[in-house]
């Protein structure tokens, strides 16, 4: 069984962070995703940088632009992985932008992806159509799992296509949004979560945008099986450093009251 | 609808440049234009409306002069297609004309907008105070400040200029912020992109609504010369779309030889250039692929030019696809050639153009015209804007 999968059969929901790779400094990659494990993190979306990421908010954009001048590249976060699987047992999946991984090469970031013990990508300008054409193959070759967004815009008949070119979980966008740009979830947000749980998807469901506390993180998974967190922790980062990284995950741990 | 290489396919694409890599998203916004850009836009009461503010607003037809002084400067026979005499000063209007009463048809109530040198911005701002719709242009900070009388411009029409502030704070950027902005306003806003960039369907409805360029020079040109067809096109390409619109009605005919200038800015090999066809790879950018300027890696870099209209790290996947299938010859030009020739427009045939188009002017050395050739020069716009920097380079 695939790390994704046996990380869904824990009962209490799932805490995934994103962090965006060589930041705050070139070489804390490593760092960050073994304390955020040691924290009790159950999935982390390690950020590949890219310039002129369309789908993400101030708080990501900056955090990439701080890691490319600090040097990180697809060549060197794959070094800095070389080795992780010693340390870190849970699920790692890429999150990143198609055009980082076209000049890598898709077959050789692949390849690479399966030797550095990644379990899944995101790549969300990586639309449905052209990926079950051209990449879908390659992809499951390499034990890769594709995770595709869905909105509350998404058609019903697009979420079943989506549904069927999926093999672990689907991220759902917790609002028409990018990155990092809502505070806390109106009834209609909750009534999109629970339109997508009737659904009895094939495939789990987490949600993500918009999670920063316990608060937001107990509504997304009252009808999804957990949360990504990715600007909150970005903002963490900044804030605090890499040193105090448990606080952070403790803080989404608990009771809201 | 011509349907050959040179178009756009089914899918999107135009050989294996275009498409729509967008995140999820976008997917029901870029969806909805799909479906309906087609049958809106032949529908006869947009056709009427659009002909209409095409002949009453913008002023168009535009005239297709006999450039005589420089003709006989080239020894072959130059006519200039003046854009330049568009309502705003460019082409742009022609496209942002099209897309609001597209917008409209769609019962969208809010606009949104990139703008690099201001003057697609100017050309939104424009038509949305003639609608009365609610208008944001996204702009680069950087450009806000190099571009200081379009902002002043837009403001007086009404539009809110909003800054883009992320990565290198020009064009792409402002680009970004927009898309983002749709990201968060799917419903009730129209993005009026203004070239032949970004995800399908905006390439070739951007172009469709340009093609009336193309669509005057048959007539024009047959009452001067007594036939439809000339034998050279020639426009300056950023993204490109006033050649996209002069190249339209040609694209399958290739008799007819497509030239695209891009700006060589310093030198292709300076650092300074925004020639993409000769510096581009393969790529996605803004939700198309096609020749993009990048790093080994992947990210995209920041392109230079004395023109502000032509620094754009891509070009359109239409134009991508006509380098790639060598259907256009594509040329770059220098700043300082491009200034020249701009220069020389403005003694010989007392015409100021912007230095975008000053670009197209530069390539008689490289081409091989007859005597009894006949050359049409897309002067896509006028250089009111862009007379600060003639000022500096010449020393005015």
Partial sequence: ?257 | MKTTSYHVDADGFYGEFGGAFIPEMLYPNTEELRNTYLEISSRPEFQLEFKALLKDYVGRPTPLFFASRLSEKYQTKIYLKREDLCHTGAHKINNTIGQILLAKALGKKRIIAETGAGQHGVATATVCALMGIECVVYMGALDIKRQAPNVARMKLLGATVRPAESGSKTLKDATNEAIRDWINNPVDTHYIIGSVVGPHPYPDMVARFQSVISEEIGAQLLEKEGRELPDYVIACVGGGSNAAGIYYHYLDLPQVKLVAVEAAGKGIHSGHSAATSALGKVGIIHGSKTLLMQTSDGQITEPYSISAGLDYPGVGPMHAHLYASKRAQFISISDDDAMTAGQELAKLEGIIPAIETSHAFAVFDQLDCKKDDIVVINLSGRGDKDLQTYINYFDL
């Fill in chain 1, 1 to 257: 069984m695939n790390r994704i999968k046996r990380a869904f059969k824990q009962e209490k929901p799932l805490v995934s962070i994103y962090a965006t790779a060589g930041f705050p400094a070139l070489n804390d990659t490593v760092e960050v995703i073994q304390s955020l494990e040691a924290a009790g993190a159950d999935m982390i979306e390690i950020g590949l940088p890219f310039s002129d990421p369309l789908a993400d908010g101030p708080t990501i954009q900056q955090s990439s632009t701080k890691a490319l001048e600090n040097g990180m590249s697809t060549k060197v976060l794959f070094e800095q992985l070389e080795g992780i699987r010693d340390s870190v047992s849970i699920p790692l999946i890429i999150m990143g932008y198609f055009n980082p991984v076209l000049q890598f090469g898709v077959a050789e970031f692949c390849e690479a992806c399966e030797k550095a013990g990644i379990d899944g990508l995101i790549l969300p300008d990586l639309p449905l159509e052209i990926y079950t054409r051209d990449y879908q193959t390659i992809f499951e070759r390499h034990g890769l799992s594709m995770i595709f967004l869905i909105t509350p815009q998404t058609s019903e008949s697009r979420i079943r296509a989506i549904e069927a070119a999926s093999n672990t979980f689907i991220y759902m966008v917790s609002s028409s949004s990018t990155t990092g740009s809502t505070a806390g979830f109106s009834e209609s947000n909750m009534a999109y979560f629970k339109r997508i749980a009737d659904m009895n998807l094939s495939v789990e469901t987490i949600v993500g945008f918009g999670i920063a506390d316990a608060h937001t993180f107990s509504q997304a998974s009252q009808y999804s099986r957990g949360a990504i967190i990715g600007s909150a922790f970005i903002r963490h980062l900044e804030e605090r450093g890499t040193q105090h990284i448990a606080d952070f995950i403790n803080a989404l741990n608990a009771k809201h009251v």
